[in-house]
């Protein structure tokens, strides 16, 4: 009689431990481990979305460091281009404008270096 209530909110688990007792069924309890619940599928579809999320956002991380470490190669090669231009220039020029573009070239130094060290902190 019991066996007609499952699946009508009563602990089918147990209607099926007390039929399986009044049978007298060696080793129910082997019987009735069963299979582990199965996850639900929208938790499950939710977890993926949220793994696709993290690795969007770590593709996007890594993207951002690559442009600047990019950029800051395009700098430094500026600044090498600019260092190259003094050094022609001293071999070439006497007298005040060389010492006008040393002046430039250490303030654009400088002011790389400080934004170099603003952005890292």
Avoid at 17 to 34: H, N, S, T, V, W
Avoid at 68 to 87: D, F, G, N, P, Y
């Amino acid at each position: 009689m019991l066996m007609e209530l499952r699946g009508q909110g009563l602990n089918d688990a147990e209607i099926m431990r007390r039929m399986l007792e009044a049978m007298q069924i060696p080793d129910i309890e082997i019987l009735l481990k069963g299979q582990p619940p199965q996850p639900d599928p929208k938790i499950v579809l939710e977890g993926q979305k949220v793994e696709i999320e993290r690795n969007r956002l770590d593709f996007e991380v890594a993207k951002f460091e690559y442009d600047r470490m990019e950029t800051e190669a395009r700098v430094q090669k500026t600044i090498a281009q600019a260092i190259e231009c003094l050094a022609k220039a001293e071999a070439a020029e006497m007298g005040p404008q060389l010492e006008m573009y040393k002046a430039q070239l250490q303030s654009l130094t400088a002011e790389r270096k400080q934004a170099s060290g603003s952005n890292q902190g």
